[in-house]
């Protein structure tokens, strides 16, 4: 057979990938420490047609590069660039299983970057081969971070002029700020725009029962990972005893975990991350889960780039109960190494209409933004030796 035809044409015959940093524009404070920039692993592949994909993948933490290299990449030279599940299952078999949480952020990567190729081999958007067009503008939530009442007003006062119409407060620094905060920004914005807070596990069960009565006034669309990430029970309990929504999000790695938070009734909405959960498919998976119980869903940001970002709008575009805006730290970044840029019209994105993700790479930022060392987000550098504490009160 022709090597570059039928099943044939599909398959990955080389793979690269870069790490890189991109600063942001402003220091981002939140519960677990201070960032001033992201890093990112961004795959290539090309298959035996000749197709080329792009993933992206964060990479917060030492492991995930590694892991990338010497175990995804390797096992993905095995594979057709349409075997998204195949490859997820065959990392996990390589030994995998019992730490899941360190293959899926490197798995991610690989496996959008199969989606990326797969989509551009068929001359279709990703959307389309997903169930569709859905919804055809995606709107988007913007990040407030900062301690400070008046700073985190002002920035609200910013991303409404910029055309955003829904806001997530970062809290759970200070049981005295939590609800000074989210109140600095209800008065800013008005009644009627949405605000979510996230408080990044940082409350123990009695700390939050109290805080969230204090929350309650300001009809906040949920808060966020109030407690511990692996205490199901304790968010359940916290459903029954108020009526503030909850939202998991670092409690939803994994299917199973998303299998567990329905079973226990956890919570009210779950958000999604293609990165945590191990890729696109694994989040679709996880996406119907969630709405087979009647749970919607959004998508978490952890100031993806222009590949991720183009994901995300083709997932929130086919996946109907993701009903919440998504989560974007995007107005934070300095630059980015896609051509295209994300224009928000209406507190919206545009959802990319070109084959796969729709973006192509901007090789001279990838290589002027490429590094070797992790910028992680759980710590200060202006505090030497401070750590997060989880839960912190």
């Given at each position: ?100 949480r360190a293959a899926v952020m490197a798995t991610a990567a690989v496996e959008m970057a199969m989606w990326d190729a797969f989509g551009k081999s068929c001359g ?172 919607p869903v959004t998508l978490h940001s952890g100031a993806e780039l222009g590949f991720s970002q183009a994901a995300y709008l083709h997932l929130a575009a086919s996946i109907p109960n ?72």
């Amino acid at each position: 057979m022709n090597p570059t035809t039928g099943d044939d044409a599909l398959r990955i015959v080389s793979a690269r990938h870069w790490m890189v940093r991109m600063p942001f524009r402003q220091t981002i404070e939140w519960a677990s420490g201070k960032r001033t920039g992201t890093t990112r692993v961004i795959v290539e592949l090309k298959t035996a047609a000749g197709h080329v994909g792009y993933g992206e993948s964060i990479c917060l933490l030492d492991f995930i590069e590694p892991v990338l290299r010497r175990v995804v990449i390797p096992l993905a030279l095995h594979h057709r660039v349409d075997e998204a599940e195949a490859l997820s299952r065959h990392v996990l078999g390589a030994g995998y299983y019992h730490h899941k949480r360190a293959a899926v952020m490197a798995t991610a990567a690989v496996e959008m970057a199969m989606w990326d190729a797969f989509g551009k081999s068929c001359g279709q958007p990703l959307h389309r081969l997903w169930g569709g067009l859905f919804r055809e503008r995606i709107e988007m939530a913007a990040y407030l971070f900062q301690s400070d009442p008046v700073v985190v007003a002002e920035r609200a006062a910013h991303f409404a002029d910029a055309g955003y119409r829904s806001f997530k407060v970062k809290i759970g620094m200070d049981v005295d700020t939590d609800a000074p905060l989210v109140a600095a920004v209800r008065k800013t914005v008005g009644e009627r725009m949405p605000i979510r807070a996230d408080v990044n596990s940082a409350w123990t069960p009695g700390t939050a029962r109290r805080q969230l009565a204090k929350l309650a006034p300001y009809d906040l669309s949920y808060v966020e990972q109030p407690l511990e990430l692996d205490d199901f029970m304790g968010h359940s309990e916290l459903r029954k005893c108020q009526s503030v929504p909850i939202a998991l999000d670092e409690s939803a790695y994994t299917l199973a975990d998303v299998g567990n938070i329905v079973r226990m009734g956890a919570a009210d909405v779950i958000l999604l991350d293609p990165h945590e959960q191990g890729g696109l498919w694994q989040t679709i998976k996880a996406a119907a889960i969630a709405e087979a119980a009647g749970i919607p869903v959004t998508l978490h940001s952890g100031a993806e780039l222009g590949f991720s970002q183009a994901a995300y709008l083709h997932l929130a575009a086919s996946i109907p109960n993701l009903t919440h805006s998504v989560d974007t730290e995007h107005a934070y970044l300095a630059a980015d190494v896609v051509r295209e840029s994300f224009e928000l019209r209406d507190g919206c994105f545009d959802v990319p209409r070109a084959p796969g993700l729709g973006v192509t790479p901007n090789m001279d930022a990838l290589e002027q933004f490429c590094t070797s060392e992790i910028s992680g987000a759980y710590l200060d550098d202006e505090r030497p030796g401070w750590f997060p504490v989880k839960p912190a009160y």
